[in-house]
C-alpha cells in the first residue's frame, strides 16, 4: 500500500510516531480470524491465533510461518508472564491456561462463582505477577470460534488472578462486552475495551481507563476514547503512554490524554496487534485473514 494512503493525521504529533517510508507487510493471509499477537524476543518469533482454524501460528523472519499449536482450543488472547510462560485465552475449553517449561498446560482460570466462564478473551500480566483477563460471550455465541452454549455467568467481567495465591476475583462487572486490555507503563492504569457495539449497534465502542491499587482493586473507569470506526478490540500502549488500539478501519493511535492522533489505514478488520522486533518498534498487526507488520517510530511497552 502506498504510504499517502497508509497514514491518516488527525494530530501533527502523529507524524513523529510514524515512518513515512515504512511500508506494510503482509507476512501472511489464510487465517479466518487472526487474533491474539505475541511477540516472544528470546525466541525471535511472533505466535498469534487463527480462531476458526482451532490453531496457533508462529511466524518468524529467518523461518516464516508455521503451526505453533494445534488444536488450540480455539484460542484467542496471549500473552506471557514474567519467566516467559504463554498463558492464552480458550474459547473452547472456556478457560485461561498456561505453557510449561515441558509443554503441559496449567489450568489457571476455569470458573467463577461455581460456573463456567463465558469465554476467555485477552490477557495481560501484571507486574506483581497476577494474570488480568476479560470474559465476554464471543466464544459461545456460534460454533464458529468455540463451541456454542449459555452462559453461566451472569455478567461479562474482568477477573483478576491473585499471582501468589491463584485466587479469582471480579474486578469489572458493568460492560457489555470487555475485550482487550492492557496496563499503562507503570502499571498504574488499566484500560479495557468494550466491544459491545459488534452485535448491538446501541452498545459501547469504547476504551475505558481504570486506576489500579494495592491487591488489584479498581477505581475510576471513565471513557478514555471512543472508536469512531468499527469496535476496538485488542490493544497496547507505547513507552509513552500512548494507546495504540484495533479499529474497523485500521490502528489508531490515542494520546495519554484522549486525542486521536492518527491512524495506520489496515485493508481488513483490524481485530488486535502489538509490538515486536528487536527494539519492540514494529507493530504487528492481525486483521481478519492476515498477519501485517509495520515499523513506527514508536516502541512499545517492555512488558505490554
Ligand atoms: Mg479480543
Not at 68 to 80: D, E, K, L, M, Q
Request: one cysteine or more; glycine letters at 10%; aromatic letters at 10%.
Amino acid at each position: 500500500m502506498p504510504s499517502e494512503n497508509l497514514y491518516e493525521i488527525r494530530d501533527d504529533r502523529f507524524r513523529d510516531l510514524i515512518i513515512l517510508n515504512a511500508f506494510l507487510e503482509e507476512l501472511y493471509s489464510d487465517c479466518l480470524w487472526a487474533e491474539g499477537p505475541v511477540w516472544c524476543e528470546d525466541w525471535r518469533h511472533l505466535i498469534w491465533s487463527d480462531i476458526p482454524n482451532n490453531r496457533m501460528l508462529r511466524w518468524s523472519p529467518e523461518t516464516g510461518v508455521s503451526v505453533f499449536r494445534a488444536p488450540s482450543n480455539f484460542a484467542n488472547g496471549n500473552t506471557r508472564d514474567r519467566n516467559g510462560r504463554l498463558i492464552s485465552c480458550e474459547h473452547g475449553a472456556r478457560r485461561v491456561v498456561r505453557a510449561e517449561p515441558d509443554g503441559g498446560l496449567t489450568v489457571l482460570a476455569d470458573s467463577f462463582e461455581g460456573g463456567k466462564l463465558n469465554s476467555p478473551n485477552d490477557v495481560v500480566v501484571h507486574e506483581d505477577g497476577a494474570v488480568w483477563f476479560t470474559d465476554p460471550t464471543y466464544g459461545i455465541l456460534s460454533d464458529y470460534e468455540g463451541y456454542k452454549a449459555e452462559p453461566e455467568q451472569a455478567r461479562r467481567r474482568v477477573y483478576r488472578i491473585d499471582g501468589a495465591t491463584g485466587n479469582i476475583t471480579a474486578v469489572v462487572d458493568d460492560f457489555v462486552q470487555p475485550n482487550g486490555l492492557a496496563f499503562s507503563p507503570d502499571f498504574k492504569k488499566l484500560y479495557v475495551a468494550d466491544s459491545g457495539r459488534s452485535h448491538d449497534s446501541a452498545a459501547p465502542h469504547h476504551i475505558r481507563v481504570f486506576d489500579v491499587g494495592d491487591g488489584g482493586r479498581l477505581s475510576g473507569g471513565a471513557v478514555f476514547a471512543e472508536i469512531d470506526t468499527g469496535v476496538p478490540d485488542g490493544f497496547r500502549l507505547d513507552t509513552e503512554g500512548r494507546v495504540w488500539t484495533s479499529a474497523g478501519d485500521g490502528v489508531h493511535c490515542f494520546d495519554p490524554d484522549g486525542t486521536l492522533l492518527g491512524k495506520i489505514r489496515i485493508p481488513q478488520t483490524v481485530a488486535n496487534l502489538t509490538f515486536g522486533g528487536p527494539r519492540r518498534a514494529q507493530l504487528f498487526i492481525v486483521a481478519t485473514r492476515s498477519l501485517y507488520a509495520i515499523h513506527v517510530n514508536a516502541r512499545g511497552c517492555a512488558r505490554p
